[in-house]
């Protein structure tokens, strides 16, 4: 009778491990619409605004049993992360992380110079008028004598004005400084969008991931609201949409992924 069991059991553990097997040829991403190529273009950019591009056609999705999805789920985060741990990705996500840092701001010397520079600007646009005046009619360049003597009154009266001229140097110290401010403010949002080692942000994303699917209500009711359908509980209607999409993975996949991820982030962190 013990043989028996232990070959029932045997045959149990081999079916297991087929139907496994065959659960994750089927779960493949292809078969749920995704390309491997066109996924790679996009990745640096949706890990750096808090997701992964990796939605499956609807139809085939929902058509899949809970295990084929499972199996997707899985098919899928081990293709995230063996990309993400490959020199093309840490390639291309220096390349793109360059690409969006900040410009600091343009050096435009001390509030001395600009003022001196200002003045200067005055002087030519005075001429530039001088010179489009001596192409008018006579009768016109008479009457735009006024305009120009007042010109030249007003750039003498700037150049010797000391109040004026000191409130024009503190505005220039103080956009530079604001400029600054701003460029040190962008700057931080920057490192913190796009960590110079890539592995930080992989493992912001699976930390934010296992914070957002953790205790889904997978049995919670819907009910219809229009042609839509709600959740009974308004509580669980004001969650976010990141919550709702792991509520309708379904628990099976969602599973396997807080599995799968618990285990990358793991190895990320020994690290």
Do not use: H
Not at 43 to 60: F, H, R, T, W
Not at 86 to 115: L, M
Not at 230 to 245: I, R, S, V
Request: aromatic share 10%.
């Amino acid at each position: 009778m013990k043989v028996r069991l232990k070959s029932v059991l045997i045959a149990c553990v081999i079916l297991l491990g087929a139907w496994v097997a065959v659960a994750l040829a089927q779960g493949s991403m292809a078969e749920f619409g995704l390309k491997a190529n066109e996924l790679e273009e996009r990745i640096v950019e949706s890990l750096a605004n808090g997701y992964l591009p990796a939605y499956p056609d609807k139809k085939v999705y929902k058509a899949a049993s809970p295990a084929v999805q499972a199996a997707f789920v899985q098919n899928t985060l081990s293709w995230f992360k063996s990309y993400t741990e490959s020199d093309a990705f840490k390639a291309d996500y220096a390349k793109q992380r360059e690409a969006a840092k900040p410009s600091a701001p343009e050096a435009k010397g001390t509030a001395d110079a600009q003022y001196a520079a200002f003045l200067e600007k005055q002087r030519q646009d005075i001429e530039k008028t001088k010179q489009d005046i001596a192409k008018m009619p006579p009768d016109m360049q008479k009457q735009m004598q006024g305009v120009v003597k007042q010109m030249e009154d007003n750039v003498a009266k700037s150049a010797k004005d000391p109040q004026m001229a000191e409130i024009m140097k503190q505005s220039y110290e103080q956009e530079g400084i604001s400029a600054q401010k701003d460029y040190q403010e962008r700057l931080a949002t920057w490192e913190k969008k796009y960590p110079e080692d890539p592995k930080a942000l992989v493992a912001a994303r699976l930390r934010q991931f296992l914070e957002v699917s953790q205790d889904i209500p997978f049995d919670a009711q819907l009910v219809p609201k229009g042609k839509l359908l709600k959740f009974a509980d308004p509580q669980y209607e004001a969650q976010t949409a990141e919550w709702k999409l792991c509520y309708r993975a379904g628990r099976e996949p969602v599973q396997a992924a807080r599995a799968f991820v618990g285990e990358w982030l793991g190895q990320i962190e020994k690290k």
